[in-house]
């Protein structure tokens, strides 16, 4: 199984047909193969082989996208870094990875040179700056130059050979290298293609950064359908209706933040977002506030995703959105699930237990972690550190993380239930409700607000609303703190350790 074939496939039958749309430049199948070529062969020159890691600190553009089926093709592996990444968390990263290049675009030129002497693996000639000049780099350019358009030769690739390490987000803890191998990317595109409907002719839309995982779920696809696939260097609500609207986008996947800021965008209108088809939601729960509102403004688009990296994934489809709007849908074909109680017994539908599953794209493991690969997969099975539950017809709803939920009193508090009643709020655009320290409960809610544009509210008067709405005692706030905007990762979902942390030394 070797994923670098699909671009050459598309490129030998359909050379014509439009590939990838990015700011003012548009590359059909033909030209997109042979600049992924011509990296692909320039890695090869300098001496880079399957199985050798190359990092990358990029935004959203076309070096990356080519990047990564150059890399398919002669099997070295890309580790994409984010941005928001300080130098030391870059540098231990990239150390953990064995990378032997880094590519980087000049705004973060700093920071990759801030950690080259940290990382004596990686020789002086293997920094490259895809965009402009800069000491310690060598331009991409230059190290592109005279490198043929021919195909590579073959890798000798397999179902096992790794295509790429993600580094999770670590909104749980430390990042952890999640590996990816060809046949698991494979099944993303065979899997996901069938449950969102792509066809050749889809236009499928990019918005957020392509080093999140959760952009493999329409990128795959996508290309293994031969479609066009239309990518943005960085979410911006207007532009995305914008361009659904010019493009005739059929497919977008947008994370919650997005998909709130795309319905309040003062462009918005139902006629500019016609040609959607389906508007995925993944990263984290859309509340069921603007899911609703969502339906009603673009009926029958609608499908959420809730998934781990590490590999087991369920899929709320259009068609079940109606009759189970609370529920993030049931596994795909070829994936299992259970949920299970904390002494391993399966649990009953409607009983709260731990979601566990396993699919044809779960990963071999951490990268040289075998002792976080036992805990996390036992006897086959991905244990994903969030609790939910299934109803007589094996729907999954999701309640919370393991790690996120309240003990108060000796009562569990999920905060996703504290949080689906205050986006109920007319002035509350989003949410986070997280658990703070307590003398007298052990922990108690704390909500924080982003309040929609020019709307007021009283933090305390927000406050009452909320205990007054909310079903028990126990899921009272005791403050309500109103933010500008949450820390959030480069995928765009809300760190909520970073918010609990704030609350802890004092910034409000």
């Not at 693996?121 to 000049?133: C, F, M, N, P, T």
Request: proline letters at 6%; hydrophobic letters at 45%; charged letters at 25%.
């Amino acid at each position: 199984m070797n994923i670098g074939t699909l671009i050459t496939g598309h490129a030998h039958y359909r050379p014509d047909h439009t590939a990838v749309v990015f700011g003012n430049e548009r590359l059909d199948y033909r030209a997109f193969n042979q600049r992924i070529n011509v990296v692909a062969n320039a890695l090869l020159r300098a001496g880079l082989r399957k199985g050798d890691k190359i990092a990358t600190v990029l935004p959203n553009c076309l070096e990356l996208l080519e990047l990564y089926w150059a890399a398919a093709k002669t099997g070295t592996v890309v580790v994409p870094m984010s941005p928001l990444l300080k130098a030391p968390t870059l540098a231990g990263l990239a150390r953990d990875a064995d990378v032997r290049m880094v590519i980087c675009a000049s705004a973060y030129a700093p920071l990759v040179s801030a950690v080259q002497a940290d990382l004596p693996e990686v020789s002086a000639e293997r920094y490259i700056l895809v965009d402009g000049a800069s000491a310690g780099f060598v331009s991409l350019s230059e190290f592109v130059a005279g490198a043929s358009r021919a195909e590579p030769p073959d890798a000798g690739l397999d179902d096992d050979d790794v295509f790429n390490i993600i580094y999770s987000s670590g909104t749980t803890g430390d990042p952890k290298g999640i590996v990816h191998t060809h046949y698991i990317r494979a099944m993303y595109a065979t899997v996901f293609a069938s449950s969102w409907r792509m066809t050749p002719e889809s236009v499928v839309l990019q918005t957020g950064a392509i080093i999140f995982n959760g952009a493999f779920v329409t990128l795959m696809p996508a290309f293994f359908c031969g479609a066009t696939y239309v990518m943005h260097q960085a979410f911006d609500a207007g532009e995305v209706i914008r361009t659904i609207a010019r493009e005739r986008v059929t497919h977008a996947m947008m994370v919650p933040a997005q998909i709130i800021a795309v319905m309040d965008d003062p462009a918005f209108s139902v006629e500019a977002l016609e040609s959607l088809e389906m508007i995925l939601s993944l990263g984290a729960p859309l509340h069921l506030e603007h899911k609703q509102r969502l339906e009603t403004l673009l009926p029958g688009r609608f499908h959420e995703l809730y998934g781990l990296t590490e590999g087991f994934v369920t899929v709320l489809d259009k068609t079940d959105f109606p009759r189970k709007p609370e529920s993030v849908g049931v596994p795909p074909p070829f994936f299992e699930m259970r949920i299970v109680a904390d002494d391993g017994t399966e649990c009953r539908p409607g009983e709260v237990g731990e979601i566990v599953g396993r699919g044809p794209i779960m990963m071999p493991g951490y990268y040289k972690r075998p002792d976080l690969t036992e805990q996390a997969i036992r006897d086959g099975w991905l244990f994903s550190g969030d609790l939910g539950y299934v109803d007589e017809d094996g729907f999954l709803y999701l309640v919370d993380r393991k790690k996120d939920m309240i003990i108060s009193g000796g009562v569990n508090v999920y905060p996703r239930d504290i949080e689906e009643v205050i986006v109920q709020h007319p002035s509350v655009r989003e949410t986070v409700v997280f658990g703070a320290p307590d003398d007298k409960w052990g922990e108690t809610p704390i909500a924080a607000v982003i309040l929609k544009q020019d709307e007021e509210a009283d933090a305390e008067a927000l406050r009452s609303w909320i205990n007054d709405a909310v079903g028990a005692k126990f899921q009272r706030v005791r403050e309500v703190i109103i933010l500008d905007d949450f820390p959030r990762s480069a995928a765009g979902k809300t760190l909520k350790r970073e918010l609990r942390k704030s609350y802890a030394q004092g910034d409000r």
